[in-house]
């Protein structure tokens, strides 16, 4: 502070013999920040108090995130419900990844708990808001044990997304029907793409939209007969064709990828080409099982061949109908990292994976085994059926012909 009228700066006095303005000007300059430097200390005090000290009384559960799960558990409705699977399956899981795929428990939280709040957060879904809330713990316990539970899952999806045989020797019980047989005797599944609607930063909004103008992320998966998904690829944009998110699983994954052995073959939409291994539909054609159910039966024999094709195919639609009606977080992912959230719906396949290679009662499934037609929240897949660029292949072509004419006659029978 200036004092003009004795001519000192902050009490020192200056005479033009002994000091100069300099020499003034630089202490204080020292004394202000100095100054500033203790109102900083100062703010951070009282941060401090008010955030560590200051704090409201320690929360008391009236009961404990361990103790609803085993309550949870003990409730039929309640346990599928919550936890989107019925004790048995519960069980059966957590002794799996605790004694395969390192899920333990710690002084915090046991592993059952953990698994309880995974499945109750991606089944309900649940934010880690309500989380905190249901299970009375920190934020940070929630996302770590969050992250930890799917980090087990993403090591078991390696073990069982995947062909049960990859030589598919066997003719699935479905296609050895009179409608089929034997001309679809080689079929080995159904390959198509879903659209998992994202959270991505405004940089990439564009790529992601989709062509219902959602941010998504399209997402291809392979599956048999069984209703169990064979492969999975998560990650590409929502704007991607598919055909191109189809020839990046073949070429840079080569390995996982469950490709068809020599005369076997996947049931494909009109969105990909006609090529060996790979049977589309008569393109410019009613196509959809649920448009002839809706409108007029097929006539001539191409139209009953994509009837036939539809209706086969129609497998991975019930397959994404019970992935999302069961893990209700995929209608619309957290504003989790783009990887996060790849791993979370890899995650959720390999729980319906696992879920129906247990072989015990689940009512989703159920629904699809005792009628199959049936598709859970009659949900279609999104992606585009707009006809791609790559010519199809000739030898695959007189194939389809075969299979029409065959199926034609079948129906003549």
């Known amino acids: ?44 005090g009282m941060y401090h108090l008010d955030s560590y000290c200051n704090k409201g009384p320690r929360r008391v559960p009236i009961e404990s995130g361990h103790d609803w799960v085993l309550t949870t558990l003990h409730n039929e409705t309640a346990c599928y419900n919550m936890f989107r699977m019925h004790r048995p399956v519960f069980e059966k899981l957590h002794s799996v990844l605790v004694d395969s795929y390192g899920l333990k428990s710690t002084k915090r939280m046991s592993s059952v708990e953990s698994l309880g709040l995974f499945l109750w957060i991606v089944g309900s879904p649940q934010s880690v808001r309500q989380a905190e809330n249901r299970f009375v713990r920190s934020l940070e316990t929630i996302v770590r044990k969050f992250d930890k539970v799917l980090a087990c899952l993403i090591k078991l999806a390696k073990d069982i997304i995947r062909p049960i045989d990859r030589q598919f020797r066997t003719v699935h019980l479905k296609l050895r029907s009179r409608k089929y047989a034997p001309f679809m005797d080689n079929c080995i599944g159904a390959i198509d793409g879903t659209h998992i609607q994202v959270v991505v930063p405004v940089a990439t909004a564009a790529q992601h939209r989709n062509r219902h103008k959602e941010k998504s992320q399209n997402v291809m998966c392979v599956c048999d007969f069984d209703m169990r998904f064979t492969f999975v690829l998560a990650g590409w944009p929502g704007s991607v064709h598919d055909m191109r998110v189809f020839n990046d699983a073949r070429s840079r994954f080569g390995d996982k990828f469950p490709k068809p052995p020599p005369n076997k073959f996947y049931l494909v939409d009109s969105g990909y080409p006609n090529r060996p291994g790979y049977l589309s539909p008569y393109k410019g054609l009613t196509y959809h099982f649920q448009e002839y159910r809706d409108g007029t039966m097929p006539r001539g024999k191409k139209e009953h061949f994509n009837f036939t094709h539809s209706s086969l195919r129609n497998v991975i639609e019930r397959c994404f109908g019970v992935l999302k009606n069961k893990w209700r977080i995929l209608f619309h992912l957290p504003s989790y990292p783009q990887q996060k959230q790849s791993k979370i719906i890899v995650a959720c396949i390999a729980l319906h994976n696992f879920i129906r290679q247990s072989q015990l009662a689940d009512i989703d499934f159920d629904l699809c085994d005792q009628d199959e037609n049936y598709v859970p929240l009659s949900m279609p897949t999104t992606t585009t059926n707009d006809s791609t660029n790559e010519m199809d292949s000739a030898a695959m072509n007189q194939f389809r012909a075969w299979v029409a004419d065959g199926l034609w006659s079948l129906k003549q029978q």
């Open 1 to 44: 502070m200036f004092q003009d009228d004795d001519n000192s700066v902050d009490g020192i006095s200056s005479d033009d013999g002994s000091s100069s303005d300099d020499e003034a000007l630089m202490l204080f300059m020292h004394q202000k920040r100095k100054r500033r430097m203790m109102q900083m200390a100062c703010m951070i």
